[in-house]
T-cell receptor, first 112, second 114 residues
Framework: GENVEQHPSTLSVQEGDSAVIKCTYS??????FPWYKQELGKRPQLIID?????GEKKDQRIAVTLNKTAKHFSLHITETQPEDSAVYFC???????????FGKGTKLSVKP | ETGVTQSPTHLIKTRGQQVTLRCSSQ?????VSWYQQALGQGPQFIFQ???????GRGNFPPRFSGLQFPNYSSELNVNALELDDSALYLC?????????????FGEGSRLTVL
């Protein structure tokens, strides 16, 4: 079945630095790749997503890149701020209808 | 616009008991998905309901069951609770069935099984 692997599991950066989180997926038919942010004790919230017909998408300080050949996609956060500290999850469609498979998450800590 | 609400927020059960968790979807959304999130893990898909019918199911045993009502709210029922069922149960609503659109999550119901 579909598998999504996410790295690193923890990431610590200084405020103002960039952060990159990478995910790989196994199903070459996957066509939708969202990223969710979950602050401590809060609900996951979508921050950006990309569909398979484009290679990159940007939204202010956040960008996602997709390499369909290598079956991996990455989240890039530039000029990090303390409020970016959270757990970030990547996801990809699973085998069954409605199924979204999430990675295990990356805990990002931004130090002031 | 009302967001996704879940109840109860916390509950404690003992092994073998049954539990019902409830979810009200965001207004205008006709699809509800349920996820189990163990501590330190990503959400894991349980099932999805679209227009009152189960639309897809993850790798969970039959003792996990659900319902969706005409107003698109939903229930998750778990029978014969096991210790490993301890987790945060997240409900997410969306517009339309499938897995290629934004999920709007509730705050979750944290279940502890003793």
């Amino acid at each position: 079945g579909e598998n999504v692997e996410q790295h690193p599991s923890t990431l610590s950066v200084q405020e103002g630095d960039s952060a990159v989180i990478k995910c790989t997926y196994s199903d070459s038919a996957s066509n939708y790749f969202p990223w969710y942010k979950q602050e401590l004790g809060k609900r996951p919230q979508l921050i950006i997503d990309i569909r398979s017909n484009v290679g990159e998408k940007k939204d202010q300080r956040i960008a996602v890149t997709l390499n369909k050949t290598a079956k991996h996609f990455s989240l890039h956060i530039t000029e990090t701020q303390p409020e970016d500290s959270a757990v970030y999850f990547c996801a990809a469609p699973g085998g069954s209808q409605g199924n979204l498979i999430f990675g295990k998450g990356t805990k990002l800590s931004v130090k002031p | 616009e009302t967001g996704v609400t879940q109840s109860p927020t916390h509950l404690i059960k003992t092994r073998g008991q049954q539990v019902t968790l409830r979810c009200s979807s965001q207004s205008g959304h006709n699809t509800v998905s349920w996820y189990q999130q163990a501590l330190g893990q990503g959400p894991q898909f349980i099932f999805q309901y679209y227009r009152e019918e189960e639309n897809g199911r993850g790798n969970f045993p039959p003792r996990f069951s659900g319902l969706q009502f005409p107003n698109y709210s939903s229930e998750l029922n778990v029978n014969a609770l096991e210790l490993d069922d301890s987790a945060l149960y997240l409900c997410a609503s969306s517009l339309g069935q499938g897995n290629t659109g934004e999920l709007f999550f509730g705050e979750g119901s944290r279940l502890t099984v003793l």
